[in-house]
């Protein structure tokens, strides 16, 4: 089975630029989670989709990031104007149950210059 | 809101050597439990979960966890240790009937030594 899909694994741009991070989750699971995980903050949770609905965005940093579950196959995380404090790891993780494991992609490693 | 508390933030061990990752929950009632692994550049892999039945739950890797309701904990544990083993451990917690978010300590990073 196919798991949480990430795209791109690394991505290095310069502060100013938009980015966005894709996610595909595991076919069936119903709730999506973003995170970011920096060795000072360690793993944050930044939002979570349920039936493509988001849920809960309190931990969205700012307005420069914003999410998107336009299908339940298919999200985004986008960061625009990026700046270098953006630099982390940013994982997916989907479930199909309130009582079930999230899995985790393989994350995203971002480096804004 | 629950939390959870992982107090050592590096342990080193032998291989071959046994092996306990402490992890405290705080939460009014009987939450659901996890522990996950991390390697270097990889995402977080489920070990084990508790939700209930049996204190004492097997996972994969010859891991294994016991919950201990009097003491909120959820220690992770394994006889031993391989070098394979050296990774970040997370445990998580979740709460019963709410929504899906879990609540992850700070990691412990484990060494192994020959």
Not at chain 1, 7 to 28: A, Y
Not at chain 1, 36 to 44: A, I, N, S
Not at chain 2, 17 to 43: D, H, I, K, M
Not at chain 2, 67 to 92: G, I, M, T
Request: a neutral charge; charged letters at 20%.
């Amino acid at each position: 089975d196919a798991g949480v899909i990430q795209s791109p694994r690394h991505e290095v741009t310069e502060m100013g630029q938009e980015v966005t991070l894709r996610c595909k989750p595991i076919s069936g699971h119903n709730s999506l989670f973003w995170y970011r995980q920096t060795m000072m903050r360690g793993l944050e949770l930044l939002i979570y989709f349920n039936n493509n609905v988001p849920i809960d965005d309190s931990g969205m940093p700012e307005d420069r990031f914003s999410a998107k579950m336009p299908n339940a196959s298919f999200s985004t995380l986008k960061i625009q104007p990026s700046e270098p404090r953006d630099s982390a790891v940013y994982f997916c993780a989907s479930s199909d149950n309130s009582n079930q494991p999230q899995h985790f992609g393989d994350g995203t490693r971002l480096s804004i210059l | 809101a629950q939390s959870v508390t992982q107090p050592d933030i590096h342990i080193t061990v032998s291989e071959g050597a046994s092996l306990e990752l402490r992890c405290n929950y705080s939460y009014g009632a009987t939450p659901y439990l996890f522990w996950y692994v991390q390697s270097p550049g990889q995402g977080l892999q489920l070990l084990l979960k508790y939700f209930s039945g049996d204190t004492l739950v097997q996972g994969i890797k010859g891991f294994e966890a016991e919950f201990k309701r009097s003491q909120s904990s959820f220690n992770l544990r394994k006889p031993s240790v391989h070098w394979s083993d050296a990774a970040e451990y997370f445990c998580a917690v979740g709460v019963r009937g709410g929504n899906e978010k879990l609540t992850f300590g700070t990691g412990t990073r484990l060494t192994i030594i020959p």
